[in-house]
């Protein structure tokens, strides 16, 4: 079975500051795409930021970039300079090129930024 | 806004009733996929489309739910003679090709009385 695990239910971090979020995933592809998605309160679903498996470089998209260790099957989300609006709920998804074109989530985690 | 539509935003049936929910791709967008969410829980995959054409069902449950994408109009997702079970968030998503970026709509809440 593929799975995704986010193992923080909860994280809470200060204005300004910087937080990760952790996420492992379990697939026996060596071709995958991995997702970070965000879901703040009006529970619209937000593309944050993507990752190839192929590529070694970590994305980044402004304040938002990933940690991703492909032999330890780890994609951590790291938010810098956090804000009020970053608030939400952030799952963790990867997508398989051999496997269909589904999704897997992981349960997601749910950052509360404080001021 | 060109973005993924989908109503209705929220959706009440009693059990037994039938549940319809739409979902509109984004322009130029002729790839579907439907998710269900729990309470609490992550997104499930139920069912991808193709105009016309069901491509993968794997997550849909066998009995009471159907999902049609016509080659005019929006895809719909149906379920019959809905049970309290069937309470969660359904999202839509769609796609450009085949293993592109999906990008979702704001879900159709369905609260089952």
């Known amino acids: 079975a593929q799975t995704v695990t986010q193992s923080q239910p909860e994280m809470s971090v200060q204005e300004a500051e910087t937080v990760t979020l952790s996420c492992t995933y379990d697939t026996s592809e060596s071709d995958y795409y991995l997702f970070w998605y965000k879901q703040p309160p009006s529970r619209q679903m937000i593309l944050v930021i993507r990752q190839e498996a192929y590529k070694q470089q970590n994305a980044t998209e402004n304040r938002f970039s990933v940690n991703f260790q492909k032999a330890a099957k780890s994609f951590s989300l790291k938010i810098s300079d956090s804000q009020l609006g970053d608030a939400a709920m952030y799952f963790c998804a990867y997508r398989t090129l051999n496997s269909g074109y589904a999704l897997n989530f992981g349960k997601g985690t749910s950052l509360l930024v404080t001021p | 806004n060109a973005g993924v539509m989908q109503n209705p935003r929220h959706l009440v049936r009693r059990r037994g009733q039938e549940a319809r929910l739409r979902c509109s791709p984004m322009k130029g967008h002729s790839h579907v996929y439907w998710y269900r969410q729990l309470p609490e829980e992550g997104l499930k995959f139920m069912v991808y489309l193709q105009k016309e054409n069901i491509i993968d069902e794997s997550g849909m449950p066998k009995e009471r739910f159907s999902a049609e994408f016509p080659k005019e109009g929006p895809s719909i997702l149906r379920i019959q003679q809905v049970v309290r079970g069937d309470s969660a968030a359904y999202f839509c998503?769609?796609?450009?090709?085949?293993?592109?970026?999906?990008?979702f709509g704001p879900g159709t809440r369905l609260l089952v009385l």
């Open positions: 998503a769609s796609s450009r090709g085949a293993g592109e970026t999906q990008y």
